[in-house]
């Protein structure tokens, strides 16, 4: 069954301009109709290492933690930073694995310093899949969530492969972002094919054909079509998480998440 999720990276994108707290997040995309919330690390707020608490927010709204998604400043690329990032990542699956079947997704590889790209390809690949044995051990799935914003290790499909050779293909999964992989210049339903045995959820956004961010179902991406593949691969939890980057979204978050909701629901009609 399908299950429409809200990613809170729409407020986190307005950095100081949003001064609220995670709790009007969870009323906002409670309000817009949704079933589950993907949150960051950024987001989570006052509710940091306190998943009981977060998980009765969650249950007094109607929703359900359908993801929750944390970075890093070393982007993952810098091998001197693999024990301390480790050492986050396990703190954070004791606090994802409060809540059955909710994913850790980790952001996109980032390069942060000067280095040839196989040095940090190989970084990255060390960390997610390490990551991913921890996550087998505390009962967590954890995927990859690549980006197409600046310094990204992971923009074209020629990066998404070399990164998928690199990583176990059982144990890490992945998060396909229709607006990232349509940025990158892709044949995102031939990418969505070949890889559709690691997706875990999916990330649902629009750019329009210069690759600029536009409200969902207006801009390029073929929803119905991705949904369609993605629905049928074998390891995919039934999560689609609307995220919304546009300027629309700059302007009104908790109006053009609504918006997106009902989007969704005629695209789905």
């Avoid at 310093?113 to 044995?133: I, M, V």
């Avoid at 890490?172 to 992989?181: A, E, F, Q, S």
């Avoid at 207006?218 to 369609?228: M, N």
Wanted: net charge negative; with cysteine.
């Amino acid at each position: 069954m399908l299950q429409i999720g809200c990613q809170t990276y729409t407020w986190e994108m307005l950095g100081d301009r949003w001064s609220g707290g995670p709790d009007d997040l969870l009323d906002a995309i409670a309000s817009a109709g949704y079933s589950g919330i993907e949150i960051t690390d950024t987001m989570i707020g006052s509710y940091v290492g306190k998943p009981e608490a977060f998980g009765r927010a969650l249950s007094a709204r109607g929703l359900e933690l359908a993801a929750f998604a944390c970075a890093s400043d070393s982007g993952y690329t810098e091998p001197d930073r693999l024990a301390s990032d480790l050492a986050m990542i396990d703190r954070t699956l004791d606090f994802v694995a409060a809540f059955p079947g909710a994913v850790l997704s980790l952001g996109s590889a980032t390069v942060m310093s000067p280095g040839d790209r196989e040095g940090k390809f190989a970084a990255a690949a060390e960390l997610y899949n390490a990551a991913a044995e921890l996550g087998e051990k505390a009962g967590v799935p954890v995927a990859v969530h690549p980006s197409s914003h600046h310094n990204t290790l992971l923009f074209s499909r020629a990066d998404y492969d070399r990164l998928f050779a690199l990583t176990d293909p059982v144990r890490l999964g992945w998060v396909p972002d229709t607006g990232h992989i349509l940025r990158g210049g892709m044949d995102i339903l031939d990418t969505l094919t070949t890889y559709r045995d690691r997706i875990r959820y999916l990330h649902l956004k629009d750019v329009d054909a210069a690759g600029d961010w536009r409200m969902l179902g207006s801009g390029v991406c073929d929803t119905r079509a991705v949904v369609e593949i993605v629905a049928a691969s074998p390891n995919f939890n039934g999560w689609l998480v609307l995220e919304e980057e546009s300027d629309v979204a700059a302007a009104d978050p908790a109006k053009a998440v609504q918006t997106n909701r009902e989007t969704m629901r005629a695209l789905l009609a």
